[in-house]
């Protein structure tokens, strides 16, 4: 099965970017979405399909899907960006299954 | 707008059972997938559960033969009860409804199962 690495912090100061990737072999054959969790909430996701936005998720969220990696690219980062952030993909091989990888605390510094 | 919102999460002894519920507005469960997740304390976001429109269900190793998912169309809920629960068990149990299998497009807030003695 699927196992996705993330790392476990990323630091960022306000309005640069931030990079969060997203490791496995070969993840660019798969779609790859992500969601963003802020402390005490549900999840939100930020990415579908690898680069799709839902509607209110603001532009500065990108994604991107390639060879080994996955990245969630946040531009301008702002302070209410601080948040963790996780990866997930569907194996519908045999037995379905949601993997997630173990998520990425951003910090705005 | 679509809401989920959970319920059912309690204190609950090892080997004890508990039923979760989800009830949805601004959809309906039976045209859409629907699917528990969880996260242990501190921890990151696992797979439970998946009921797809057509009634097909998955499992996750961790809980298959432990834990059932239905839905119930006459008060738009989707149920996952839970039977010889484990410590391990013990998190916050999201209800999320995907609209393309793939992913989770919109989540509740989540209630909270403990197992412990």
């Known amino acids: 099965s699927y196992v996705l690495t993330q790392p476990p912090s990323v630091s960022v100061a306000p309005g640069k970017t931030a990079r969060i990737t997203c490791g496995e072999d070969n993840i660019g054959s798969k779609s790859v979405h992500w969601y963003q969790q802020k402390p005490g909430q549900a999840p939100l996701m930020v990415i579908f399909?690898?680069?799709d936005r839902p509607s209110g998720i603001p532009e500065r969220f990108s994604g991107s899907n390639s060879g080994n990696t996955a990245t969630l690219t946040i531009s301008g980062v702002e302070v209410g960006d601080e948040a963790d952030y996780y990866c997930?993909?569907?194996?519908?091989?045999?037995?379905?299954?949601?993997?997630f990888g173990g998520g990425t605390r951003l910090t705005v510094l | 707008e679509v809401q989920l919102v959970e319920s059912g999460g309690d204190l609950v002894q090892p080997g004890g059972s508990l039923r979760l519920s989800c009830a949805a507005s601004?959809?309906?469960?039976?045209?859409?997938?629907m699917s528990w997740v969880r996260q242990a304390p501190g921890k990151g976001l696992e797979w439970v559960s998946i009921m797809y429109s057509e009634g097909t269900t998955y499992y996750a190793d961790s809980v298959k033969g432990r834990f059932t998912i239905s839905r119930h169309n006459s008060n738009n809920t989707v149920s996952l009860q839970m039977n010889s629960l484990r410590v391990e068990d013990t998190a916050v149990y999201y209800c999320?409804?995907?609209?393309?299998?793939?992913?989770?497009?919109?989540w509740g807030q989540g209630t909270l199962v403990t197992v412990s003695s």
């Open positions: 399909d690898d680069a």
């Open positions: 999320a409804r995907g609209v393309h299998p793939g992913y989770f497009h919109s």
């Open positions: 601004g959809i309906t469960v039976n045209t859409n997938h």
């Open positions: 997930q993909v569907w194996d519908s091989r045999d037995d379905h299954k949601w993997v």
